[in-house]
Nanobody, 115 residues
Framework: QVHLVESGGGLVQPGGSLRLSCAASGSIFSAYSMGWYRQAPGKQRELVAT???????NYADSVKGRFTISRDNAKATVYLQMSSLKPEDTAVYYC?????????WGQGTQVTVSS
């Protein structure tokens, strides 16, 4: 089991940037594949980006070139750097940790892109 706590959300203007952080505790962080997902009101939760235990990253088409996922195993933290934000990026962003068939979610952090 791993406990996840997200931070860094907030209100930003279109075209702006934010960096989300997800701090993990309780297990061997470096063994986990980590991901960021988001859920907008009235919509299903969707994948934003994932990063494997060895650092291979994958992105949703909607965020490619604008978002960057990274991890610091020494700090047991995964980050999501978001740039060129659009109103359609508004959602609750969730961190996810996966190891085999097991997965854990964080509580989410709200990102609102609005002028």
């Amino acid at each position: 089991q791993v406990h996840l706590v997200e931070s860094g959300g907030g209100l930003v203007q279109p075209g702006g940037s934010l960096r989300l952080s997800c701090a993990a505790s309780g297990s061997i962080f470096s063994a986990y594949s980590m991901g960021w997902y988001r859920q907008a009101p009235g919509k299903q939760r969707e994948l934003v980006a994932t990063i494997t235990s060895i650092g291979w990253a994958n992105y949703a088409d909607s965020v490619k070139g604008r978002f960057t996922i990274s991890r610091d195993n020494a700090k047991a933290t995964v980050y999501l750097q978001m740039s060129s934000l659009k109103p359609e990026d508004t959602a609750v962003y969730y961190c996810h940790a996966a190891l085999g068939l097991n997965g854990n979610w964080g509580q989410g952090t709200q990102v609102t892109v609005s002028s």
